[in-house]
């Protein structure tokens, strides 16, 4: 399509479309979010959410078995949120997900926590690095939605 950018002529992908579930969901609980967020170099969130009391929960949407079992990252995003949890769909082998964590049951429409994980706080610098780092990738994505000729490639790692 002319003018329209790449990543928005293609069709979303699996996590995408669970992504969105959960994006909307989540919004019913006050919550903001923002995806593919890297909280570290090496690092890339599905959704990070943050909460009304400053609450930040990050969420991993897989939409196979194939996808979670592929995924070697996951335990290093625990250290950068409040809670964490993956979004699925109807048809995911939900036994092979560790039971400590969190679990959505999401479509591209909305979604359902299914389990709530122990919160464990992150520490006050931590904290506010992640809210920075939360508001600079919202601002950025705004501004380039705003005016595509903005390369994001430029600002994003």
């Known amino acids: 399509m002319l003018g329209v950018p790449q990543e928005i002529a293609s069709e979303p992908l699996p996590g995408q479309i669970l992504a969105r579930g959960v994006c909307r969901h ?29 609450e930040i929960w990050i969420v991993e949407c897989k939409s196979g078995r194939a996808d979670f079992t592929a995924d070697r990252k996951w335990q ?21 997900l560790p039971p400590e ?22 520490a006050g610098a931590r904290r506010k690095v992640m809210v920075q780092k939360f508001a600079r990738h919202a601002a ?7 005016d595509p000729a903005i390369s994001l490639s430029a600002v994003f790692p």
């Open 76 to 96: 290093g995003y625990l250290e950068w949120a409040d809670r964490f949890f993956w979004a699925v769909d109807a048809d995911f082998p939900v036994d092979l």
């Open 26 to 54: 989540l919004l019913h609980h006050g919550f903001a979010t923002v995806e593919e967020l890297v909280p570290a170099p090496g690092l890339r969130v599905d959704v990070m959410a943050l909460g009304p009391k400053g």
């Open 140 to 146: 950025l994505r705004l501004q380039a939605a705003r």
């Open 101 to 122: 964590t969190g679990l959505i049951l999401a479509d591209g429409y909305d979604a359902e926590i299914l389990r709530m994980p122990a919160a464990a706080p992150l």
